[in-house]
């Protein structure tokens, strides 16, 4: 039988590796994207040209609905009859969800819900449920984090990931669901929002190189983050939900780094000192933070024969010869164009 998989979420970062990877498995495969007033489907438009999305039989189309809107999922669920539901929309920004906890709720945690009552609503008994679920959860947790570490929120984000997080097992032990977590540390990549600090710092160094910016205004530099591939991650969300029971599951390499250690790779890999190009500011900081996020995903492992690929080292340069390439640069070119550079002093 053809596998059904409807993702929330497709035009982000995750969903978009995600459709490419069922698609390469055989997946027909259904998107789902809220209306938006400027195009954001960069990240799935080679997917519409490879499977072309006019045809009513084609096996990748993305069609509107929002986790606000509890028709518009009975009515997608109704029509396409999915046999796994990856649920990976979110507002995904934990500094924004502190000027927009309302929202933010509605969306990451009533979201779920709805989905979760509409598949359960639907009757279709043997549907598979995937809950993005996050290492933010972990908040204040002392690191290591595994799957028995308490859950700490330190943002109305993290908040929301674990409501969202007990009503996807309540489907499961309640209802007797297929409904899964993936607890996911944080997941980087070219394709990465550019608001999230790993990415606003390979997109800045792009454009210090191209000489449209000087500096790079950033918060928190001794927060500690493990960072992996999105690429590598959507493999274990796969195989979360093709176990043979419904559980819950830590995805993360294993290794923690601060943001200072983040500067210091990607500006490194151009020679260059990132002390001469950052200024703190306290506009990046948040209310509460989180300080340490190091995931045991040992678990994974032996469950799922689940391994990260990609290591610190490689996403860095992964992410900043993508941003230097979208401006016409190769890493070696780049250096020689660092080497030019005389960095304007100033800030802390
Ligand atoms: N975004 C951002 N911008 N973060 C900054 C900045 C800045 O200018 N300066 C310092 N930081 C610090 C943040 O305070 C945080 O401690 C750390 O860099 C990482 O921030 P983000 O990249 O925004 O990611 P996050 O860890 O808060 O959340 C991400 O990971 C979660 C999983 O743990 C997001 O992808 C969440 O959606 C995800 O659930």
């Known amino acids: ?71 518009s999922l009975q009515n997608v669920l109704h029509e396409f009859q999915p046999t796994e539901v990856y649920n990976l929309a979110a507002q995904s920004h934990v500094g924004i969800s502190f000027e927009t906890g309302e929202s933010t709720l509605d969306i990451n945690a009533i979201g779920p819900f709805r989905l979760l009552d509409a598949i359960r609503s639907s009757g279709a008994k043997d549907v598979r449920f995937y809950q993005a679920s996050s290492s933010e959860m972990f908040g204040a947790s002392p690191p290591p984090q595994n799957e028995l570490t308490p859950f700490l929120p330190q943002s109305p984000y993290g908040v929301s990931k674990v409501a969202a997080f007990y009503l996807t097992r309540l489907h499961r032990i309640a209802y007797g669901m297929f409904a ?32 449209e910016l000087d500096r790079i205004e950033l918060g928190n530099l001794d927060a500690k983050r493990d960072w992996g591939f999105s690429g590598d991650y959507v493999e274990g969300i796969w195989r979360i939900l093709q176990h043979t029971e419904p559980d819950d599951f830590v995805l993360a390499t294993g290794e923690m780094y601060t943001v200072r250690d983040f500067l210091g790779q990607t500006f490194g890999l151009l020679g260059l000192d990132w002390e001469d190009f950052v200024t703190i500011t306290d506009r990046y900081r948040r209310p509460a933070e989180v300080p340490a996020l190091l995931g045991d995903a040992s678990k994974a492992r032996r469950v799922l024969g689940w391994e990260p690929k990609v290591h610190f080292g490689g996403l860095c340069e992964m992410m900043l010869a993508g941003d230097l390439a979208a401006r016409g640069f190769t890493l070696e070119q780049a250096r020689t164009k660092a080497a030019t550079l005389t960095p304007k002093r100033g800030g802390a």
Request: glycine letters at 8%.
């Open 1 to 71: 039988m053809t596998k059904r998989a409807l993702i929330t979420g497709v035009v982000g970062q995750d969903g978009s590796y995600l459709a490419e990877l069922l698609l390469s498995k055989g997946y027909v495969v259904r998107g789902i994207t809220r209306r938006a007033s400027y195009p954001h489907t960069q990240r799935i438009d080679h997917l519409f040209k490879q499977y072309d999305d006019r045809d009513a039989e084609a096996r990748f189309r993305v069609t509107y609905a929002d986790l606000t809107d509890s028709s």
């Open 180 to 211: 899964s977590n993936g607890i996911l540390f944080n997941h980087e990549s070219p394709r990465r929002g550019l608001n999230f600090v790993t990415r606003k710092i390979t997109y800045s160094i792009a454009q210090i190189i191209a000489g």
